[in-house]
T-cell receptor, first 112, second 114 residues
């Protein structure tokens, strides 16, 4: 089935550690996105990539890094510089023709 | 820049009640408008969309009409069910004014009780 796969679904991290969240899509979409969601709040854009080997900062990029070496993959690294990393992270890709975003199931990161 | 404003929740309704969740937007160009739904612990799923003025999107009994004159895209359902309990997000994309980014509202939580 076509879709977006995020892993892991749950992740626990100690303070000071970097962690990488995986996002893979087999929809052949060029554009991919990472959003952060905090309880009771909307989605905030961290990074996005419109094409392989290119990405741009979103509204809250500080403390995060990404890469886009393959069309199918857009991993997000939460670095130790991110002051409040505990959140629900959502990856998405966009259908160029329809304009809509397709989302993964999300990854919940908890810093202990 | 682009922005989306949704009514604050939570909205609590009895089963079979009528639902309206208000959404208004500010955008340059001619945006496409979307409603997404998020069930607890899951990602977002597209519920419906409209790509031009006066279009009506519909799915699973939900409807929303793209009103350019009032810059609105209100979500409605005639008879809600307990299974409709979720968070609903209004969103827009404007390729002329906002690049390739979707702009989301803050979400409205709907609770439906028996």
């Amino acid at each position: 089935d076509g879709g977006i796969t995020q892993s892991p679904k749950y992740l626990f991290r100690k303070e000071g550690q970097n962690v990488t969240l995986s996002c893979e899509q087999n929809l052949n979409h060029d554009a991919m996105y990472w959003y952060r969601q905090d309880p009771g709040q909307g989605l905030r854009l961290i990074y996005y990539s419109q094409i392989v080997n290119d990405f741009q900062k979103g509204d809250i990029a500080e403390g995060y890094s990404v890469s886009r070496e393959k069309k199918e993959s857009f991993p997000l690294t939460v670095t130790s510089a991110q002051k409040n990393p505990t959140a629900f992270y959502l990856c998405a890709s966009r259908d160029d023709l329809l304009g809509e975003l397709f989302f993964g199931e999300g990854s919940r990161l908890t810093v202990l | 820049g682009n922005s989306v404003t949704q009514m604050e929740g939570p909205v609590t309704l009895s089963e079979e009640a009528f639902l309206t969740i208000n959404c208004t937007y500010t955008a340059t160009g001619y945006p496409s408008l979307f409603w997404y739904v998020q069930y607890p612990g899951e990602g977002l799923q597209l519920l419906l969309k409209a790509t031009k003025a006066d279009d009506k999107g519909s799915n699973k009994g939900f409807e929303a009409t793209y009103r350019k004159e009032t810059t609105s895209f209100h979500l409605e359902k005639g008879s809600v069910q307990v299974s409709d309990s979720a968070v609903y997000f209004c969103a827009l994309i404007s390729l002329t004014g906002g690049g390739n980014k979707l702009t989301f509202g803050t979400g409205t939580q709907l609770k439906v009780e028996l």
